[in-house]
């Protein structure tokens, strides 16, 4: 599949079939996002694959509502999505290197999770991009390392839905040239 058909395919499913995911798809997957650029190249992001159904029903039940519920209950895996602490849009010295501060942490991970869904629609996969949960309950639960923060949960699976392409403002909506 050739990159702008990826993009615009690319849809949030909330549905899907039980069938597991390889292992070595993940791992596919993982190594495609890496390729994401970042600040300065620190390649903050981390990925935790979340097939353990205990796991799963216990975010689901403990740090989730009823929507992100069904999603997380019926998706045969979820990734979270982490970033390292104080590295990107920092100094070796720990402070920021701009004004937006710790920001870059959440757009390079941001674009890391984005090329993730991609390579994951190229190979067929659904994945929505989930971020109303308690996340400090979630990221206890996952036991995510020190020095790193939980920034994303992503349902994965194969579709068992197709949405609809969801209405997109017109380009004279999104752009301003000066």
Known sequence: MD?????????SVRKFKPEPISREIVEDLVLTASYAPSWKNTQTTRYIAITNPEIRNRISRECCGEHNQEIIDGAPMLIATLTVDKRSGFERD???TTVRKDNWQAFDNGIATQ?????????????????MYDIDKAAEIIQVPEGQLLMALVAIGYPDEEPAVPKKKTVEDLLKFC
């Open 3 to 11: 990159v702008i058909t990826c993009i615009k395919t690319r849809r």
């Open 94 to 96: 720990g402070s920021y």
């Open 115 to 131: 090329t993730l869904c991609l390579a994951a629609n190229e190979k067929g996969l659904g994945t929505v991009i989930m971020g």
